[in-house]
């Protein structure tokens, strides 16, 4: 088999992160506070929890997506090879190229499939017909949907089954080559089968890009995961109730809550 | 669907039924009676030729072209200031932003006022603050400030309605909000744009009132957008009041407004959507 280029991508390191006593408020009510947790190099870590309890909120401060929305105010401190990202010195824009995302409902762009790759290459520099072409070519081969969409690149992506606009989103992220990718419930739109095709590729992502996934399904939290981390509501505030790798949490857990939850006796 | 018959029609289904239909039927009979009246007249020359006596004999030539003009003019002005303004609106203030509340009223009061106030607005700021005189100019920029409201208001829908996704997604691609918005939104805005378009080149063609007192109604062909020139909607009004004997005119120039109007709007259309598909592509 032909190994892509994206698979010999072996960066001499990539990045981990950690946040330290981070809170994100939506105006005055908090999501979450006091969230202190490594996110290791090359590894998958896994946030479970039950509904509302502040995952895809935590998410978007990693990348600074909460700067979108009005009225956000973030405190702590979030690192990215101990380079503190919180700060406004640090270009947003430029992060977001180093920090990828996945989003829960697949978003592919109204363009056709080649465009919705090819635009943020374009826009990033890579301008080259033959280039983008190679580009596309093998993250789409990476993603697993070159063999279904190679005779109707240039058609609509909106006319793509659910799984496969989700892959094409996970390809659009890849091809810019980001180091670290947030993926929010990735599979939760997806029927069985799809679903179980982009976690194949989620899991295959591990030791070239740092992961952070968020999932509601806690047997792919096990199948996938190295490290795991339970968030939970207390007094309306997400807060981080265990971390730790798959094994403990799943196994040994060190709180009650987490036994509970990862037994399916409460969430 | 309950036990009884299908074919028994209850009432609030046939007051339904019936207001339709007679919105229908007036639309067909207008349309049916200028068709019956103008279709005869229509030929070539008609559209070719200059009016004599009083419009009563020849064609509509120059007129046609004023109105154009006009349009041109309008289009050519009210376009980027609308899109830019829906722009700021939808982009850049919130719906509940106190500027945004403001701005918005302001054009939905615009968008209720008589065309006639338009036009003796444009006679005082275009045509004699300006300097202007009656021209196709002051009369394309008084039409201008007429269809605005329109615009902004269905273009600022129009940009409402692209999902927040795509926002986000192209944010989390690293895309600068520039590019965003050129490459991303406009296109998917367009067709909210186009139902603008739509709206406004129809108040647009169809405008008297504010016409008279700024493009006047000299049936000469204009020679710059600085001459008076007198529009299709004048030039029948003119025709079927103050002429005697020039209703078979009136008749036909009512015809060929109504194929202007939807010839302009399936040339909108039409472009818009080639644009988009373009966008889609490559
Ligand atoms: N844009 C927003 N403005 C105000 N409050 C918000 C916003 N987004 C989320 N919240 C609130 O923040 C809390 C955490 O939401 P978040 O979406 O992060 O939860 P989640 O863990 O991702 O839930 P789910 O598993 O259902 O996706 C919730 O109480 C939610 O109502
Ligand atoms: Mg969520």
Redesign the pocket.
Known sequence: MKKSQLTQNSRLSLPSMQTERLSLY??K?A??TDVTMPIYSGKITALI??????????LSCLNRLTDL?PHTKVVGSIRLDAVEILNNRVDAIALRRRVGTIF?KPNPFPFSIWKNLAFPLKEHGIKKREQLDRLIETTLQDVGLWSEVKDRLHTSALFLSGGQKQRLCIARALVLQPEVLLLD?PCSALDPISSGVVEDLIASLRGRYTVVI?T?NLAQARRIGDYAAL?WVRAEV?RLIEYGTVEQIFTAPQQDLTAAYVNGIRG | MGEKSKNQISLPTFIVWAIALSVTAVFCWILGDILWHGVGQLSWEFLTTEPRNAGREGGIAPILISTCLILAVCLAVSLPLSVGTAVLLAEFTTTESRFGRLVRRSLDVLAGVPSIVFGLFGNAFFSIKLGLGFSILSGGLTLACMVLPILIRSAEEGFRAVPTEYRLGAAALGLSRTTTLWKLLLPAATPGLVVGLVLGIGRAIAETAALIFTSGYVDRMPESLLDSGRSLSIHIFDLSMNVAGGDANAYASALVLLILLLLVNGMATWIAQFWLARRIKS
């Not at chain 1, 039950?50 to 909120?57: D, L, N, R, V």
Request: a positive charge.
């Open positions: 939506y105006g009510k999501a979450f929890g039950p509904s509302g309890c502040g995952k895809t909120s935590f929305i829960q419930e968020v509601h968030f997400g």
